[in-house]
């Protein structure tokens, strides 16, 4: 997902760009660029691959490059390849600007800013975006005007962060459907796509609502709505610390952030007990509330998906409440049977995934309560949502998410006990005991899981030459298995695949042959034995099978070629420490073939596009 930057204060706007930059890698991009008032114009320096290669044009170009107000990018490419020229910024010689979104009429657009005269560079939409602009900067010469006749033309998603030559020192600022904070401080004033941008120098900021159009001085930030009428913005404060976005010591933001899950967990549950008892904190979700919804929907993305199947079983097993879970950009096409009887839960750690946040819009359009599971304050889904429960795991900058999913599953967790007590399904004995489980017998088997890390890493090793590695399980361990297998490809870029253990027989183990690595997930007890019977099924065909499974689990060092035993919790919570384990060794997998562990190749943060 792009990331947008920008600067104007007393200070040299340049090296607070490139650092802005620089803390929203891990957004994912493939190319660079800042704008920059300077001799009267504005000069832009920009390049593909990393923020270092626009470091060393400024320095190759203009040795030192001063100015007091600037905007940057990095760029996820949507239209046009990673190249210099569809690199951001865009504009003309009135105006730069820098775009995270698709704009999805850019087509017409350009036939229409062509007809006018206009000519285009790149392969962008966001340089049609920028000559729509432009277009109507001249015929209006005001800038407000200009960007407003431009959004009632634009269709799809933006944050733009524009730079007109004649308003030196201002910078405008609009969004819709992508993030954009307009963050404040002593020393000048700042627009970001999120707080880990300028946390090295102020934690208080604006979020700018859709619609909304920003004009940010050094030392003033007056929002306009579209009416231009001044809206008065209330100053939030992000209760992150530079610390907190930063890799504290660690090789990689990963293996800090998986470290992070014990206290993540008691973080996120602990103010949410009450005199032994699940308190969700959420008054319009009474008790007569939570027992009207007749079914529940969990919709999410990736690993956000995977923690709600978890919370399906949990939720099922626990309330007895009938759980769909469907991936969100299939969710918001199939014209989804939702009624007010319908709880809808969203699940995300961003709180911008494009497809997720549509999934709530249209839930909501037909009627169902939408719950939000977010992990970013302020964020678009939490405050979309009819109720947002946040999962306090601090920044996630990681592109592969391993703390909030284990802080999105105890939620879950937490949701389940309550449904569960709320419709009588559960004695308060039983939520207390469930709940001291989760509190306190979670974050120490996570701890227990993270002191396995030398036996994760040999593991790692014996595997991470294999072309395909199968993960199987059965039951919860099936729902730990689909998110063990995307864990390790979408870093270590390992093939790999998650079966229902039961599935093998009708078609998938004609992919078993000598040397294939199998994962045998086997943590439910009523379950083993017919894990063990999937296992010597794979190793009749040849499979190198690691069994992952509790202390004294029956036959397994017989049947298996290598046995890892994860610390214990009861049956429904064992997806915690297992999950710690899978994360650690999908981390060692990535270290030791020499991939971007924090960066994959190809992925971004949060997809805030289609
Ligand atoms: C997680 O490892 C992945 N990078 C990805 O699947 C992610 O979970 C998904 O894009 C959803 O993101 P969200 O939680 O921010 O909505």
Redesign the pocket.
Known sequence: MCGIIGYTGNDNSVPKLIEGLKALEYRGYDSAGVAVFSDGGITVVKAKGRISNVESKIKSEYDSLFSLCGIGHTRWATHGEPSDINSHPHGTQNLRLVHNGIIENYIQLKKELIEAGYTFESETDTEIASKLIDLNYISTGDPFLAIKLSLEKLQGSYALGILFKDFPGKIFATRKDSPLIVAVSENGNYIASDIPAVLKYTNKYYQLEQGEIAVIEKDKVTVYDIGHNIVEKKLLVADWDIDAAEKGGYDHFMIKEINEEPAAIVKTIRPRIENGLPCLGLPELSDDKLRSFKRINIV?????MHAGLIGRTAIERLARIPVNVDIASEFRYKNPILDKDDLVIII???GE?AD?LAALRLSKELGAYTLAIVNVAGSSIAREADSTLYTWAGPEIA???TKAYTVQICVMYLLAIKLALCNNKITEENAKESLRVLLEQAPEAAEMALKLNDECRRISDKYKSAHDLFFIGRGIDYDIALEAS??LK?ISYIHSEAYAAGELKHGTISLITDGTPVIAICTEDALYDKMISNIKEVKARGAKVVIICKKGAVGAEEVADDVFYVPELPGIYMPIPTMTVLQLIAYHTSVLLGCDVDKPRN?AK??TVE
């Open positions: 999410a993305c990736g690993t956000a995300s750690q961003s995934t997720t592109v592969a998410s995307l864990k979408e992925l949060s997809v």
